[in-house]
C-alpha cells in the first residue's frame, strides 16, 4: 500500500533532520524510507497552518495517509517571555487546523510534537508521560505550553468521539544543522554557538544569559528524527512518549558554554548576565516508556553531537537562520 507521509514544519530543525534520516538511512534500516512511501517535508510560505483554508488546501494537495506535525511558532526562553499570547494563539490556531484537517480527510495517523516546556513547574522528578496536566507550566512559557498541552486534550477527544489514531510526542531541548541561530530568539544551543563565533570572529565579549546554573536535557536532531520515525511506524496509541536522552543526562548551562567554548576554538574569557532570566531551574524527564517500547536506543554522544553541529554552523553562516540582528559580512 502507498502511503503519503505529510512533516508540517518540514524546513525547520526537527524537520530538516527528519528528511536527512529519511534519504540517508540504508535499506532495511528500522528507520529508512519504505518502498511506496513519499514524503513530504511542508514549509509556512506552502501553506500557512494558522489558516484553516489553507491548511484544508495542504491536505486535499497531498492527501498524506500520515502526518507528523512539527509546524509551530518555536522559541528559546526569551522570545517566550515577549510573545505569551502570540505562542498561545498562533499554535492553537496551528494544532486545531492541523488535527482537524486530518479528521475530515480521515488520515490514518497523526504524531503531533509537544516539548517538555508543557510539564507542570512544581511537579515530582522525573517528568513522565502522566504528569502532563498535573499543574500550571512555568510563568515564562505559559503561552506556548498551554497552547502544546491542549493537544494532548485533543487527541483524546478525537479518539473518544470519532475513533482518530492522534497521538504525540514529547522532546526536550533539541539541537543540530539548521537550528534557528537567531542571537536573542532562539534556543541556548543555537544562540550560543553564535554568540561565541561572533566573539571568537571580532574579538568580542562572550556573555552567557543568567547564572549558568539550570539544568537541561538536550536531544541530537538525527536521533529524534529517528525517534519520530520509529513512533510513525511502531507506536499506535493516544497517550504521549517523551522522546529524551536519560534523567540522569542533565547538563548545566554552564556545561553548555564550556562544550561550546571548545567546539568552536574560543579562546578567551566569557561572563555570565546575572541580570537575565534563568528560566525554570530544571525539568528532567524519564525515557523509561521510550526505551522499554523500543528495547533500546543508542543516542549520539553530546560532545560529537554538537561538533556536527557547530561544524554545520562554520560552514553554512551564509544560509543558515541567523535573525535580523546578525550582520553576515
Ligand atoms: P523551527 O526550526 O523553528 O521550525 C518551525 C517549522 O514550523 C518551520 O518549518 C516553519 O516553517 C513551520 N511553521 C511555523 N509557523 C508556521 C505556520 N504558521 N504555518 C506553517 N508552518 C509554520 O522549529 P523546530 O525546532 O524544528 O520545532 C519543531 C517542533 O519541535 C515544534 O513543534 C516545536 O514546538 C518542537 N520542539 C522543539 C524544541 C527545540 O528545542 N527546538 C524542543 C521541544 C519541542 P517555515 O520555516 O517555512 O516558516
Ligand atoms: P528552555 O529550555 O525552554 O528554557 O529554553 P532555552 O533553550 O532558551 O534555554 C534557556 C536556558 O539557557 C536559561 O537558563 C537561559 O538563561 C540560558 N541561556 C544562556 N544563554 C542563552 C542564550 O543565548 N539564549 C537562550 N535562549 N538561553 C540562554
Given at each position: 500500500?502507498?502511503?503519503?507521509?505529510?512533516?508540517?514544519?518540514?524546513?525547520?530543525?526537527?524537520?530538516?533532520?527528519?528528511?536527512?534520516?529519511?534519504?540517508?538511512?540504508?535499506?532495511?534500516?528500522?528507520?529508512?524510507?519504505?518502498?511506496?512511501?513519499?514524503?513530504?517535508?511542508?514549509?509556512?510560505?506552502?501553506?500557512?497552518?494558522?489558516?484553516?483554508?489553507?491548511?484544508?488546501?495542504?491536505?486535499?494537495?497531498?492527501?498524506?495517509?500520515?502526518?507528523?506535525?512539527?509546524?509551530?511558532?518555536?522559541?528559546?526562553?526569551?522570545?517566550?517571555?515577549?510573545?505569551?499570547?502570540?505562542?498561545?494563539?498562533?499554535?492553537?490556531l496551528i494544532n486545531d487546523n492541523v488535527l482537524h484537517a486530518a479528521y475530515e480527510h480521515k488520515t490514518t495517523k497523526v504524531i503531533s510534537c509537544l516539548s517538555t516546556c508543557v510539564f507542570p513547574d512544581k511537579v515530582q522528578y522525573p517528568l513522565?508521560?502522566?504528569?502532563?496536566?498535573?499543574?500550571?507550566?512555568?510563568?515564562?512559557?505559559?503561552?506556548?505550553?498551554?497552547?502544546?498541552?491542549?493537544?494532548?486534550?485533543?487527541?483524546?477527544?478525537?479518539?473518544?468521539?470519532?475513533?482518530?489514531?492522534?497521538?504525540?510526542?514529547?522532546?526536550?531541548?533539541?539541537?543540530?544543522?539548521?537550528?534557528?541561530?537567531?542571537?536573542?530568539?532562539?534556543?541556548?544551543?543555537?544562540?550560543?554557538?553564535?554568540?561565541?563565533?561572533?566573539?571568537?570572529?571580532?574579538?568580542?565579549?562572550?556573555?552567557?544569559?543568567g547564572t549558568g546554573k539550570p539544568l537541561r536535557q538536550f536531544i541530537f536532531s538525527h536521533d529524534l528524527a529517528k525517534l519520530f520515525i520509529w513512533m510513525l511506524r511502531e507506536y499506535d496509541d493516544v497517550e504521549p512518549v517523551i522522546l529524551s536522552v536519560g534523567e540522569d543526562?542533565?547538563?548545566?548551562?554552564?556545561?553548555?558554554?564550556?562544550?561550546?567554548?571548545?567546539?568552536?576554538?574560543f579562546e578567551g574569557e566569557y561572563t555570565f548576565d546575572t541580570t537575565r532570566a534563568d528560566g525554570q531551574f530544571r525539568k528532567p524527564a524519564s525515557n523509561k516508556k521510550l526505551l522499554t517500547l523500543m528495547g533500546g536506543f543508542e543516542f549520539t554522544p553530546f560532545d560529537k553531537a554538537l561538533d556536527i553541529t557547530v561544524k554545520w554552523f562554520l560552514e553554512n553562516y551564509h544560509n543558515a537562520r541567523i535573525g535580523s540582528l546578525a550582520n553576515r559580512s
Open positions: 500500500m502507498s502511503n503519503v507521509v505529510l512533516v508540517t514544519g518540514g524546513t525547520g530543525l526537527v524537520g530538516k533532520a527528519i528528511k536527512h534520516i529519511v534519504d540517508t538511512e540504508p535499506e532495511g534500516s528500522r528507520f529508512g524510507k519504505r518502498d511506496g512511501e513519499t514524503w513530504i517535508f511542508a514549509s509556512s510560505s506552502e501553506a500557512d497552518l494558522r489558516d484553516p483554508a489553507q491548511t484544508r488546501q495542504l491536505y486535499e494537495k497531498y492527501k498524506p495517509t500520515h502526518v507528523i506535525h512539527l509546524a509551530a511558532l518555536v522559541g528559546g526562553l526569551f522570545k517566550n517571555m515577549k510573545y505569551k499570547l502570540t505562542f498561545l494563539r498562533d499554535n492553537i513522565d508521560e502522566t504528569k502532563i496536566h498535573s499543574g500550571p507550566p512555568h510563568e515564562s512559557n505559559f503561552g506556548y505550553a498551554h497552547a502544546k498541552r491542549m493537544v494532548d486534550v485533543q487527541n483524546h477527544a478525537y479518539k473518544e468521539e470519532f475513533g482518530c489514531n492522534f497521538t504525540s510526542a514529547i522532546p526536550t531541548n533539541v539541537f543540530g544543522p539548521h537550528d534557528n541561530f537567531d542571537l536573542e530568539d532562539s534556543h541556548v544551543i543555537p544562540g550560543l554557538i553564535h554568540k561565541c563565533y561572533l566573539a571568537k570572529k571580532n574579538d568580542t565579549p562572550f556573555v552567557v544569559a543526562e542533565e547538563v548545566s548551562i554552564k556545561a553548555v558554554a564550556d562544550a561550546i567554548v571548545n567546539a568552536v576554538g
